[in-house]
């Protein structure tokens, strides 16, 4: 356990995931705080999700950044403002910079909607269903400077119903999501996720 690994949580939308991390915080799976939630849309509900656990959170709205470079500049001087120690997506729609990245190496964690490499993109349900596939699942990795391609630490394999929509599809993933990434969270914060190459090992 390391109390001082203060998380930032980045996310575009309606924020299930970063509620699901808040809920772990407050029953002491996670053990330690979010230091502030960025969001790039102003409407995002996980705006109002933090505000609600009294969790600061910022907007920085990437239609008023004139570059990339100056979006993210500013979200990484909201992480360090806060001392952000282990930056989570959850939901965030834009693949970030090798510069970003550098900014946080082996300290950015994502989740996506599918078993990784299959499936990568921001279409993962519809792409799974057009495919035929019999089972799917999500993914906790690693960031790096591709899409969804960083080392993978976790899986979570969800049956494809025969009449599954892209609906009931997403619903079923997402009750995985809101168990594995704060349980990946909580490995993290305790030393024992270890990385080598594309190889992460978890401690037992």
């Given at each position: 356990m390391n109390n001082q690994i203060i998380?930032?949580?980045?996310?575009?939308?309606r924020g299930s995931d970063l509620q699901s991390i808040i809920d772990a915080i407050e029953n002491g799976q996670i053990k330690t705080k979010i230091g502030v939630v960025l969001t790039d849309k102003p409407e995002a509900m996980a705006l109002e999700?933090?505000?609600?656990?009294?969790?600061?959170?910022?907007?920085?709205?990437?239609k008023k950044c004139s570059t990339?470079?100056?979006?993210?500049?500013?979200?990484?001087?909201?992480?360090?403002?806060?001392?952000?120690?282990?930056?989570?997506?959850?939901?965030f729609m834009r693949i970030?910079?090798?510069?970003?990245?550098?900014?946080?190496?082996?300290?950015?964690l994502n989740i996506h909607p599918s078993l990784l490499p299959s499936f990568g993109g921001a279409h993962a349900h519809r792409d799974v269903l057009a495919y035929g596939v019999k089972v799917s699942g999500c993914t906790v990795h690693f960031v790096d400077e591709g899409m969804d391609s960083g080392p993978i630490i976790m899986q979570k394999a969800v049956p494809v119903l025969d009449d599954d929509t892209?609906?009931?599809?997403?619903?079923?993933?997402?009750?995985?999501?809101?168990?594995?990434y704060p349980k990946v969270i909580e490995l993290y914060l305790a030393g024992k996720i270890h990385v080598?190459?594309?190889?992460?090992?978890?401690?037992?």
């Open positions: 998380l930032g949580v980045l996310a575009s939308g999700r933090a505000r609600k656990a009294g969790i600061p959170a910022v907007c920085v709205d990437r990339k470079e100056e979006f993210e500049q500013k979200l990484v001087e909201q992480l360090k403002k806060y001392n952000v120690g282990l930056v989570v997506l959850a939901g970030l910079s090798p510069y970003f990245v550098n900014e946080f190496k082996n300290c950015i892209e609906e009931t599809l997403s619903a079923r993933v997402l009750e995985q999501e809101h168990i594995i080598n190459g594309r190889h992460v090992t978890i401690d037992d």
